[in-house]
């Protein structure tokens, strides 16, 4: 079974970090929101398998 | 010409029962003509059942009701023998198209697949659907079928009993009282039956407000289901046209939660509504006008000892999906054949317990999806209408984003999985037409496969041998002999064999398969016709 994967796994963490910051530059909070939502329908569709979508809701919710 | 409505197309006369000395018994009593009590009357009736039909009014509906008649609502109606003339006057549409402001964002069509005589659906006005069920009960009793439909009988109350039901009616000319083995309600969603007995109607009621109104304009639009979110004419909420026969139109406007019903219902106003929607010069009458609020509910069991549910009495839904209507006709059709069996004494009592268990699970499917559309266009929470339009505003460009556009998830049938009726199953077939799923229809040259289904207990076999009759106690079972070779285009093939080269399936009276096999075999008919029969 596909497992959400929880340990580091992007490559270059500070400037992907700094690149998710800088797409919110200028973005009054409503926007932010929007593209937010945007952004998490896009990588959900991306990762298409429901139990890793699930596993990560579930992560989300308790850090 | 006096309007449809207007006509009263079964008046009151006065029934020999009135002067009976005792109470006359009788088989089945529906209460209410609605289009589920009128679908029910007529399957009882074809299938010998004498019924009697009783409603408080005399004449169709009216108001802005169902419009939207689905597939397998007309092949329901075909099986009655009221399926033409409906489908030649209703409206044909498969096509729809998703607005977000000004802007199309999506665009769908509702049968990508051919090989089906039947339309995705049709738009009919309810009041005409009424009148052309009304027509068919006329035709049948004139060939002396035993329906017996008396207008302008109020039934005002009941005495459940453990072997019938005491129905007490009052009538221009006073009250009387009859009594029916088997009571079955169809009197609607504020079911004066289910009130009578206390019976509670669960559910959610959504507090949004919708403004509904039937319109008559000559337009040059095509005919498909247009959805707007959030339009200029309608700021922040939603709206819907939809094509009716006649040059009526059915719009639905989003008014929202705190609004002043009364001044929103005031012709001026939805005129000026109107105006700003289809433009200045549009040229319109209003039909209807009504202003409404969702709920999505269900009785807890639709059968009560010897009283039944049908249809919007036992369950409810929002208008999204076509939901309504389309799963009453359903409930007639689960229960007609199940009754007969029972009145008929071929199957035991048990066998009505199936429809409560078969026609729960269909409502419970249809209020899921229309609760999760009306979720889709009301969204509640701050959150979920940032969702909401996150995913219209992709949907125009990214083609993931659209099968997440929820503007109505359009009515399909149910399929029973998990049935207590449902016999054998077997490997490699396709899945969708496993035990419990309606018959998927498929041309077989000039005819089609769904015709010859239907009424009895069937045998179809796809290039097996079978005998042509079996006869299961009492209950015949005919063969449908077929060949893959029938249908050259292999839709009868791809929907029933598969990879498979052979098949056998036992088809219900109400078209839906009960079992299935790879090849005849008399035990295994006779053990699923039992199991289909509650018979074991």
Same mark, same amino acid.
């Given at each position: 079974?596909?497992?959400?994967?929880?340990?580091?796994?992007?490559?270059?963490?500070?400037?992907?970090? @700094?690149?998710?910051?800088?797409?919110?530059?200028?973005?009054?909070?409503?926007?932010?929101?929007?593209?937010?939502?945007?952004?998490?329908?896009?990588?959900?569709?991306?990762? =298409?398998?429901?139990?890793?979508?699930? &596993?990560?809701?579930?992560?989300?919710?308790?850090? | 010409?006096?309007?449809?409505?207007?006509?009263?197309?079964?008046?009151?006369?006065?029934?020999?029962?009135?002067?009976?000395?005792?109470?006359? +018994?009788?088989?089945?009593?529906?209460?209410?003509? =609605?289009?589920?009590?009128?679908?029910?009357?007529?399957?009882?009736?074809?299938?010998?059942?004498?019924?009697?039909?009783?409603? /408080?009014?005399?004449?169709?509906?009216?108001?802005?009701?169902?419009?939207?008649?689905?597939?397998?609502?007309?092949?329901?109606?075909?099986?009655?023998?009221?399926?033409?003339?409906?489908?030649?006057?209703?409206?044909?549409?498969?096509?729809? +198209?998703?607005?977000?402001?000004?802007?199309?964002?999506?665009?769908?069509?509702?049968?990508?697949? =051919?090989?089906?005589?039947?339309?995705?659906?049709?738009?009919?006005?309810?009041?005409?659907?009424?009148?052309?069920?009304?027509?068919?009960?006329?035709?049948?009793?004139?060939?002396?079928?035993?329906?017996?439909?008396?207008?302008?009988?109020?039934?005002?109350?009941?005495?459940?009993?453990?072997?019938?039901?005491?129905?007490?009616?009052?009538?221009?000319?006073?009250?009387?009282?009859?009594?029916?083995?088997?009571? %079955? @309600?169809?009197?609607?969603?504020?079911?004066?039956?289910?009130?009578?007995?206390?019976? /509670?109607?669960?559910?959610?009621?959504?507090?949004?407000?919708?403004?509904?109104?039937?319109?008559?304009?000559?337009?040059?639009?095509?005919?498909?289901?247009?959805?707007?979110?959030?339009?200029?004419?309608?700021?922040?909420?939603?709206?819907?046209?939809?094509? &009716?026969?006649?040059?009526?139109?059915?719009?639905?406007?989003?008014?929202?939660?705190?609004?002043?019903?009364?001044?929103?219902?005031?012709?001026?106003?939805?005129?000026?509504?109107?105006?700003?929607?289809?433009?200045?010069?549009?040229?319109?009458?209003?039909?209807?006008?009504?202003?409404?609020?969702?709920?999505?509910?269900?009785?807890?069991?639709?059968?009560?000892? +010897?009283?039944?549910?049908? =249809?919007?009495?036992?369950? &409810?839904?929002?208008?999204?999906?076509?939901?309504?209507?389309?799963?009453?006709?359903?409930?007639?059709?689960?229960?007609?054949?199940?009754?007969?069996?029972?009145?008929?004494?071929?199957?035991?009592?048990?066998?009505?317990?199936?429809?409560?268990?078969?026609?729960?699970?269909? @409502?419970?499917?249809?209020?899921?999806?229309?609760?999760?559309?009306?979720?889709?266009?009301?969204?509640?929470?701050?959150?979920?209408?940032?969702?909401?339009?996150?995913?219209?505003?992709?949907?125009?460009?990214?083609?993931?984003?659209?099968?997440?556009?929820?503007?109505? $998830?359009?009515?399909?049938?149910?399929?029973?999985?998990?049935?207590?009726?449902?016999?054998?199953?077997?490997?490699?077939?396709?899945?969708?037409?496993?035990?419990?799923?309606?018959?998927?229809?498929?041309?077989?040259?000039?005819?089609?496969?769904?015709?010859?289904?239907?009424?009895?207990? &069937?045998?179809?076999? %796809?290039?097996?041998?079978?005998?042509?009759?079996?006869?299961?106690?009492? %209950?015949?079972?005919?063969?449908?002999?077929?060949? @893959?070779?029938?249908?050259?285009?292999?839709?009868?093939?791809?929907?029933?064999?598969?990879?498979?080269?052979?098949?056998?399936?036992?088809?219900?009276?109400?078209?839906?398969?009960?079992? $299935?096999?790879?090849?005849?075999?008399?035990?295994?008919?006779?053990?699923?016709?039992?199991?289909?029969?509650?018979?074991?």
């Amino acid at each position: 079974m596909p497992e959400l994967i929880t340990q580091p796994n992007i490559d270059r963490p500070d400037d992907f970090y @700094a690149e998710l910051i800088g797409l919110h530059e200028g973005l009054a909070r409503q926007e932010s929101d929007a593209l937010n939502a945007r952004l998490i329908l896009l990588l959900a569709n991306h990762i =298409g398998d429901r139990e890793v979508l699930r &596993q990560a809701m579930r992560a989300a919710r308790r850090p | 010409m006096p309007q449809v409505w207007e006509v009263p197309l079964y008046p009151y006369r006065r029934s020999a029962d009135q002067d009976a000395r005792a109470p006359v +018994r009788h088989p089945v009593v529906i209460v209410g003509a =609605g289009p589920v009590g009128l679908v029910m009357a007529i399957d009882l009736a074809l299938g010998g059942v004498p019924v009697v039909l009783l409603d /408080e009014n005399d004449r169709v509906s009216t108001g802005s009701r169902a419009i939207c008649f689905a597939k397998r609502t007309l092949e329901i109606l075909d099986r009655l023998g009221c399926g033409e003339p409906m489908v030649d006057k209703g409206v044909q549409w498969h096509a729809g +198209r998703v607005f977000l402001d000004r802007r199309q964002v999506y665009a769908f069509d509702l049968l990508p697949e =051919g090989g089906h005589r039947r339309p995705a659906f049709i738009n009919l006005q309810q009041y005409r659907f009424e009148a052309f069920l009304v027509e068919r009960i006329r035709a049948l009793q004139a060939e002396g079928r035993p329906i017996d439909l008396r207008g302008a009988n109020r039934v005002f109350a009941i005495d459940a009993r453990d072997d019938h039901v005491s129905v007490t009616i009052d009538t221009p000319d006073g009250p009387y009282r009859i009594e029916a083995d088997w009571l %079955i @309600a169809c009197d609607g969603a504020n079911s004066p039956i289910r009130t009578m007995l206390g019976l /509670e109607f669960l559910g959610r009621t959504f507090e949004d407000n919708f403004l509904i109104a039937d319109i008559v304009m000559a337009a040059d639009l095509p005919s498909e289901r247009r959805f707007w979110f959030d339009p200029p004419f309608n700021r922040g909420q939603s709206a819907l046209l939809h094509r &009716q026969p006649d040059n009526v139109w059915r719009v639905d406007f989003q008014l929202g939660r705190d609004i002043d019903k009364a001044e929103e219902r005031k012709p001026e106003n939805v005129i000026r509504r109107l105006r700003a929607f289809l433009g200045e010069k549009a040229e319109f009458e209003l039909e209807w006008v009504s202003i409404y609020t969702f709920q999505c509910r269900r009785m807890a069991r639709f059968r009560h000892g +010897r009283i039944l549910f049908a =249809g919007d009495a036992a369950h &409810q839904v929002s208008p999204f999906g076509a939901r309504g209507a389309n799963s009453g006709i359903q409930d007639a059709d689960n229960l007609g054949w199940k009754l007969r069996l029972v009145i008929d004494g071929k199957a035991p009592g048990a066998l009505i317990d199936s429809y409560d268990f078969e026609r729960i699970q269909a @409502a419970d499917e249809n209020i899921l999806n229309s609760t999760r559309s009306t979720d889709f266009i009301t969204p509640k929470s701050a959150v979920s209408r940032l969702f909401r339009d996150a995913v219209l505003e992709l949907a125009e460009h990214r083609a993931f984003a659209r099968p997440l556009v929820n503007s109505g $998830r359009l009515s399909l049938p149910c399929t029973h999985d998990g049935s207590p009726l449902n016999g054998a199953d077997a490997d490699g077939l396709p899945a969708r037409t496993r035990p419990g799923a309606p018959a998927a229809d498929a041309p077989l040259g000039e005819d089609w496969l769904i015709d010859r289904l239907g009424g009895g207990f &069937q045998l179809v076999t %796809i290039d097996t041998p079978a005998p042509d009759r079996l006869d299961c106690d009492g %209950i015949g079972v005919e063969r449908v002999a077929l060949s @893959a070779a029938d249908d050259p285009s292999r839709a009868l093939a791809e929907r029933y064999l598969g990879p498979a080269d052979g098949a056998v399936y036992l088809v219900r009276p109400d078209q839906h398969v009960a079992a $299935r096999w790879r090849q005849f075999d008399e035990a295994e008919v006779r053990a699923a016709v039992a199991r289909a029969t509650a018979r074991q």
